[in-house]
């Protein structure tokens, strides 16, 4: 079992930045590769960014050159870094695991970009 818990969700405007953080504890030594989505409806995630073996990256296209995933295995943490943050990217953002057998989700931290 692998859990996770995110954080750093919070109310911004246009333009400015915000790093939110996954938290992963259990058996963190299965984790293959970790990403994030943003929940955009009560039905729909759209995918953000992930990364795997430490160092390969992959992103949305909504969001490469503004977003920065980032992962410290050694604390068991995952960072995304926004920047120039749009109204678009507005919804509740979703860490998620991934072992050779299953995958897992957080509950999601909650970014509101508003003027």
């Known amino acids: 079992q692998i859990q996770l818990v995110e954080s750093g969700g919070a109310l911004v405007q246009p333009g400015e930045s915000l790093r939110v953080s996954c938290s992963a504890s259990g058996r963190v030594g299965d984790i293959t590769a970790m990403a994030w989505f943003r929940q955009a409806s009560e039905t729909h995630r759209d995918f953000v960014a992930a990364?795997?073996?430490?160092?390969?990256?992959n992103y949305a296209g909504a969001v490469k050159g503004r977003f920065t995933i980032t992962r410290d295995s050694a604390a068991n943490m995952l960072y995304l870094q926004m920047n120039n943050l749009k109204k678009a990217d507005t919804g509740g953002y979703l860490c998620?695991?991934?072992?050779?057998?299953?995958?897992?989700w957080g509950q999601g931290t909650q970014v509101t970009v508003s003027s």
């Open positions: 998620t695991a991934f072992t050779k057998g299953r995958q897992y």
């Open positions: 990364i795997q073996g430490g160092n390969i990256t």
